[in-house]
């Protein structure tokens, strides 16, 4: 089975600027989760969808938003960009969510400027 | 909210000696517990994961331990080698459905040769 996949992998943006990141879940998967990985902040959860609905939120502003497609691939999007929204923004699927293992994408790494 | 403190933040151990790592979190219905592994400049990988209907459970040269009373689990690695060197980061959930995982701040483990 293929793994998690992202795109695009680097990403270069103006702050003020929006930007949409992709994920292709594992086949079969139905949960997709976004995080973001800083250096200062480690991994911190942005949300999680299943069945095209978002389950659960974490303590980002509203410029981060996301959706879930019916085929489970996922896009987030973060508005207005800041310069310290650059980070590694990180998806990951499972079965169904709960306690199902969840595994995790490459990554997509964005700098603003 | 949930909370999870990880310690040590760094690690050195020679080649052959057991590593350990251990994580506190703070909400006690928490009931999963994965271990993810993370070489520069790649992905998270699942490396263990214990839920709360277990003390302990091990694959070959990892163990994981939970104490749910004392709200603490610790990742064991025994017999070292140079390719266990990577950054560990323990995560705890509320498994009940929606899935979110609330990260540890990581442990640099190096191994010497």
């Known amino acids: 089975k293929a793994g998690v996949t992202q795109t695009p992998r680097y990403l270069i943006k103006t702050r003020g600027q929006q930007v949409t990141l992709s994920c292709s879940p594992i086949s079969g998967h139905r949960s997709v989760s976004w995080y973001q990985q800083t250096p200062g902040q480690g991994l911190q959860f942005l949300f999680e969808?299943?069945?095209?609905?978002?389950?659960n939120k974490g303590n980002f502003p509203g410029r981060f938003s996301g959706r879930q497609f019916s085929n489970s691939r996922s896009e987030m999007n973060v508005s207005t960009l800041e310069l310290g929204d650059s980070a590694l923004y990180l998806c990951?699927?499972?079965?169904?969510?709960?306690?199902?293992?969840?595994?995790f994408g490459p990554g997509t790494r964005l700098t603003v400027t | 909210g949930e909370n999870v403190e990880q310690h040590p933040s760094t690690l050195s151990v020679q080649e052959g000696d057991s590593a350990v790592i251990k994580c506190t979190y703070s909400d006690s219905a928490s009931n999963y517990f994965p271990w993810y592994k993370q070489e520069l400049g790649k992905r998270p990988q699942l490396i263990i994961d214990i839920r709360s209907n277990v003390g302990e459970k091990k694959d070959q040269r990892i163990a994981v331990t939970l104490n749910k009373t004392a709200k603490h689990f610790s990742l064991h690695i025994t017999e070292t080698q140079p390719e266990d060197s990577a950054v560990y980061f323990c995560a705890a959930s509320i498994a009940r459905g929606a899935q979110k995982l609330v990260f540890g701040q990581g442990t640099r483990l190096t191994i010497n040769p």
């Open positions: 990951a699927s499972s079965l169904t969510g709960g306690d199902y293992e969840q595994y």
């Open positions: 969808y299943f069945s095209e609905t978002q389950r």
